[in-house]
């Protein structure tokens, strides 16, 4: 199954795995993403064990790259108690439900250093909440060797962490256990925060100096509806956005990221504009 490569979809969870499991298959898709998070009610999904059954006989015949995408109620950074315990429990919930479905990633926002004191040195105050952030992940990884977080770069400005890729240099000297972090690359909000895309080998060797290319496991392939430099976070399909096919055709194709899976997150839209979107992209 699938000609497509590496190229996924993030996908929306309906009602159950059984209808995730089919869409993937309907769209040819060997490589997905999903958020836990059910689209109708706003609510974690719960699963049949019969449900449960049909995701990981799919996982065994067609479905070779998963990932989930962790809920945006998730604030890992939090400046606030009670929200960093609360997300420090949806987390261990999400990693808990990615385990029993066989999925090694979770793909995860670094948060923000919303709350925390501003220095002359640090004025975004992004020292505290990466050391917060740190405190999370190594609370969390203390006891997890089946999932490991990807940590996503972000788009917006200001106070918002690992928008500057510098951010996750800077992290990794507070982690405990950084060999179980990983590291997505999003080219929309790279591109909209300011990153130039092209030459790709400049942007690849900073990235290797930032997150590391042995750690990145992952490509968000999306374009973006917002300018360069924006730090405004609107995907767009790709080739039909600002970044455009020049700049993102050689996502693909890049020896040193050719292996890596490549997941699209498409606005929404029906199947079939999405398998056209599937079908030219591979062709590019
Ligand atoms: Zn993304």
Redesign the pocket.
Same mark, same amino acid.
């Given at each position: 199954m699938s000609s497509h490569n590496n190229l996924g979809l993030h996908l929306r969870l309906k009602d159950n795995l059984a209808s995730l499991v089919e869409e993937a298959q309907l769209l040819e898709l060997s490589c997905i993403q999903f958020f836990l998070v059910e689209q109708k009610n706003h609510q974690y999904i719960t699963f049949s064990p019969k449900d449960k059954q049909i995701f990981l006989s799919a996982r065994q015949s067609f479905l070779k790259d998963v990932f989930i !995408?962790s809920s945006y109620w998730i604030n890992a950074a939090s400046s606030k108690k009670d929200v960093f315990n609360v997300s420090r429990a949806l987390l261990r919930r999400e990693i808990k439900t990615a385990k029993s479905l066989e999925i090694p990633y979770l793909?995860l926002h670094a948060g923000s250093s919303k709350g925390y004191t501003a220095t002359p040195e640090d004025p975004l105050g992004k020292t505290q909440g990466l050391q917060t952030l740190a405190r999370m992940l190594n609370a969390i990884l203390k006891k997890e060797s089946d999932v490991t977080i990807l940590l %996503?770069n972000a788009a917006h400005g200001s106070k918002t962490l690992g928008n500057d890729l510098n951010d996750f240099l800077a992290l990794k000297g507070y982690l405990d256990f950084p060999e179980k972090i990983g590291f997505?690359l999003?080219t929309?909000?790279a591109y909209a925060y300011g990153y130039a895309l092209s030459p790709i080998d400049e942007l690849l060797a900073f990235v290797d100096k930032t997150m590391g290319l042995a750690s990145l496991k992952l490509i !968000?392939f999306?374009d973006s509806e917002n300018l360069f430099g924006s730090m405004q976070d609107k !995907?767009a399909f790709p080739g039909a956005g600002e970044i455009g096919q020049d700049m993102l055709a050689p996502f693909l194709h890049h020896p040193s990221i050719k292996g890596l899976p490549k997941i699209i %997150?498409a606005p929404v839209s029906s199947r079939q504009k999405l398998l056209q979107i599937i079908e030219s992209v591979s062709s590019w």
């Open positions: !995408h793909v %996503e997505c999003d929309a909000h !968000h999306n !995907h %997150e």
